[in-house]
């Protein structure tokens, strides 16, 4: 049975890594970004690399995954022991010795040429995945809503991050349409019981609405007892109201700070960037 987080999906943004995970079987991912995002999901028995813009043909899509053969704990600057000290030198990183890269039967890409981090996946949904919205494995309403927009063609991103001031917020599905974005959640029943979390629930809602997103939310009676007669047709009909939606390749509708701060959760883009 595959395991939640058994694969993790990472980022490939420049060719010196490439090189390290290619030809000197390691990768490296800082420690706090593990402890703040991945903590429940690690260690990775495979990584798999999301290739950004700098590969040329092989951008925006996973081509190969490796087997992690062990890890530890380092400093950069016993990582780069060449490169000249400086205050990145004591940065802490997890270093995953991997087995040889090996060449997927065919490359898992992103339809709207999006910038990933981390997905932490299974390898059964890895071996399946046709695109990269395949690969999530947040919640079983999640997957259920997904199986539906793919059967009805429905062109959404899932666990799409949005910048808005200070905040980095996580929409589980986000619909692209002429007039403006559409978020849809999935609430399991005990996520938003807690009454602690309504007014964060509320803050978030308020913020992205302000900054053109129209918002629906389903939980999990919904998803599991009104998918056709209720949470589908909804979603049709707010679509319909925001003009339909705009196909991967087309302009995006104008919406504050779309996905432009991802990496700062993850701290993995600022060493050498996509340069």
């Known amino acids: 049975m ?11 943004n420049n060719q010196l890594d490439m090189v390290l995970a290619r030809d000197q079987h390691w990768y490296r991912i800082p420690v706090k970004s593990v402890e703040a995002m991945l903590k429940d999901r690690w260690p990775p028995k495979w990584l798999a690399f999301y290739q950004t813009k700098v590969f040329g043909d092989e951008k925006h899509a996973v081509h190969h995954i490796a087997e ?27 270093q995953l010795r991997l087995g040889p890269l090996q060449q997927l039967p065919r490359p898992i890409a992103s339809r709207r040429l999006r910038r990933i981090v981390f997905i932490p996946t299974t390898r059964a949904k ?6 990269v919205n395949d690969l999530f494995d947040e919640s079983p309403l999640e997957e259920k809503l997904w199986t539906e927009f793919k059967r009805l063609h429905v062109s959404a991103e899932r666990q799409e991050f949005v910048q808005l001031g200070a905040k980095l917020h996580s929409l589980d599905f986000a619909i692209y349409c002429t007039q403006g ?25 308020n913020a992205l609405e302000t900054a ?7 939980n999990g009676r919904q998803i599991n007892e009104q998918m056709q007669s209720y949470c589908l047709p909804t979603i049709q009909r ?23 701060q991802q990496k700062t959760l993850f701290d993995s883009l600022d060493d050498e960037g996509e340069n």
């Open 2 to 12: 595959s395991k939640r987080g058994e694969v993790l999906v990472a980022i490939m």
């Open 68 to 94: 992690v053969e062990g890890i530890r704990q380092a400093y950069r600057r016993e990582l780069f022991p060449d490169q000249p000290r400086d205050e990145k030198s004591e940065r802490l990183y997890w």
């Open 126 to 131: 890895l071996d399946a995945a046709v695109e």
């Open 181 to 205: 974005g559409l978020n849809v959640e999935t609430d399991g029943d005990s996520w938003h019981a807690d009454p602690k979390r309504i007014p964060e629930d509320n803050a978030r809602d």
């Open 212 to 218: 053109g997103w129209s918002l629906l939310r389903f």
């Open 238 to 260: 707010e679509v319909g109201n925001l003009g339909g939606i705009v196909e991967a390749g087309k302009p995006l509708p104008k919406l504050v700070n779309l996905n432009m």
